[in-house]
């Protein structure tokens, strides 16, 4: 009699730790699964970041060459300015002889024609 009821409890416990060996298997599984997901999540995250990377360097080379172009291109702008300057100051002293010459020569013809 004892040891029937030691034999029932013992495959009640036994039937509990199977059930509980079932439970922790589909955790387990559960858990596998995940891993495998967060490392194929990781690894596109790696490859997403070797990409930027990629892009920000890429970038920043066009940035330095953009940056140099647009130096280059504002001295440029200042010697051409200051060629339209000379110009234009040089204009204006051939437009200041101009007029002397052409007011020398309309009294000139006055004389003339007064005599």
């Given at each position: 009699?004892?040891v029937?009821?030691?034999?029932?409890?013992a495959?009640?416990?036994a039937?509990?730790?199977?059930?509980k060996?079932l439970?922790?298997?589909?955790?387990l599984?559960?858990?596998?699964n995940?891993?495998?997901?967060?490392?194929?999540?990781?690894?596109?995250a790696?490859?997403r970041?070797?990409?930027y990377?990629?892009q920000i360097?890429?970038?920043?080379?066009k940035?330095?060459?953009?940056?140099?172009?647009?130096?280059?291109a504002?001295r440029?702008v200042?010697k051409?300015?200051k060629?339209?300057?000379?110009?234009?100051?040089?204009?204006?002293?051939?437009q200041d002889?101009?007029k002397?010459?052409?007011?020398?020569?309309?009294?000139t013809?006055a004389?003339?024609?007064?005599?």
């Open positions: 009699q004892q029937e009821g030691e034999l029932e409890r495959e009640d416990r039937e509990v730790g199977e059930i060996i439970e922790l298997e589909e955790e599984r559960v858990v596998a995940n891993l495998k997901s967060l490392e194929v999540s990781e690894e596109k790696n490859q970041e070797e990409s990377k990629e360097k890429t970038l920043t080379a940035l330095k060459q953009a940056e140099a172009r647009a130096e280059f504002e440029s200042q051409l300015q060629e339209v300057d000379r110009l234009e100051d040089e204009l204006m002293a051939e002889k101009y002397s010459i052409t007011e020398e020569l309309e009294q013809f004389e003339m024609s007064g005599y």
